[in-house]
């Protein structure tokens, strides 16, 4: 248990500092704005750059890994979505509350919590991992609410497809390791002024986004909108979202790697750490973006990380001995 809350308190410590400077109000109500923009324009994509123009090409193959963990994640956003439709909710927020479900935080605390698992090796199954869920799924669940808006009128389909490819290549996480690969395959050497200026944002990467998300769940506190009964059917739905998210995923995930692909023990435990995240932020901005209710998405955020402590602990915990071996 002491190695547990070793692992875990540094990550969640965090996410609680950043909640409470914002609660007592050391930083102000656009501290979770801005700080937020310092991570995904400069210092993710520092980090992500690195990674992949350093990575070599047996490093970055791992269709095994990248299978494994798409079709968990992709699998449950699909069963959400027809669950939420057969319940009678529109396609657009079917699909908001399926991302909320299978859309694991990688991003802010994928990279440093598996660091401390799994050491360097980890680097690269997280940045696949992360382009999946922001590239991926983010861009399937986006010509979902396209779909449901119509703006896929007939003959439009392809015009709709490449504007959502151009949207998601000119967003910096994905934008970022891409051009980290095409320096790779070029083998062209990182200056040694570039690489130390790089390293020093790529360091800033998670502690600055482990604090954001906690500035971001002190601003978007659960408020009770309607009536009573609206808050609690709001409040239902998340809480199964969570469940969701934190437990059926990672099962899901865990069958996938270890039964279906046959990956290692050490691949397994990555997919399945990475798919246990709670849910990170995309959701709430997509719901934002295009206007849907965005107060079970909050709650789930909210809730899935909260929770996540006790259940990220226990499957450090099953996972401990091999674990151990791999840090």
């Not at 700080?35 to 995904?40: A, G």
């Not at 939420?84 to 994928?110: C, F, H």
């Not at 696949?128 to 799924?137: G, N, S, Y």
């Amino acid at each position: 248990m002491a190695f547990v809350f070793s692992i875990i308190f540094p990550v969640f410590g965090l996410v609680l500092a950043g909640y409470g400077c914002r609660r007592m109000g050391v930083l102000g109500p656009a501290s979770a704005t801005e700080l937020n923009r310092f991570v995904v324009w400069l210092a993710l994509p520092a980090l992500l750059f690195q990674i992949m123009a350093k990575a070599d090409w047996s490093t970055l193959y791992q269709p095994g890994f990248t299978a494994a963990f798409a079709a968990s994640g992709l699998g449950l956003f699909a069963l959400v979505v027809l669950l939420q439709r057969w319940r009678g909710k529109s396609l657009a927020d079917a699909s908001v509350e399926a991302l909320a479900a299978a859309y694991p935080n990688t991003g802010y605390m994928g990279f440093p919590l598996t660091l401390v698992l799994f050491g360097n090796e980890s680097l690269v199954p997280t940045t696949i991992a992360t382009m999946l869920v922001v590239c991926v799924m983010f861009g399937v669940a986006i010509v979902a609410i396209e779909a449901a808006k119509h703006a896929l009128h007939e003959g439009s389909f392809a015009r709709a497809f490449l504007r959502i490819g151009w949207s998601l290549l000119k967003n910096p996480l994905i934008a970022s390791p891409l051009l980290g690969i095409a320096v790779a395959c070029m083998g062209w050497p990182m200056p040694g002024s570039i690489d130390k200026f790089l390293s020093l944002l790529a360091a800033a990467a998670s502690p600055c986004a482990l604090v954001s998300l906690g500035l971001f769940l002190a601003s978007h506190r659960p408020q009770h909108e309607g009536t009573a009964a609206q808050a609690t059917n709001v409040n239902r739905t998340a809480w199964s979202l969570t469940a969701l998210k934190l437990v059926a995923l990672p099962a899901i995930t865990w069958c996938m790697a270890s039964q279906v692909f046959g990956l290692s023990a050490l691949h397994t435990q990555m997919a399945v750490i990475l798919s246990a995240l709670p849910t990170g932020t995309g959701p709430y901005m997509l719901a934002d973006m295009y206007q849907r209710p965005s107060a079970t998405t909050a709650r789930t955020i909210l809730f899935s990380t909260v929770a996540s402590v006790a259940t990220i602990a226990a499957i450090i915990h099953w996972m401990a001995p091999a674990t151990v071996t791999a840090a």
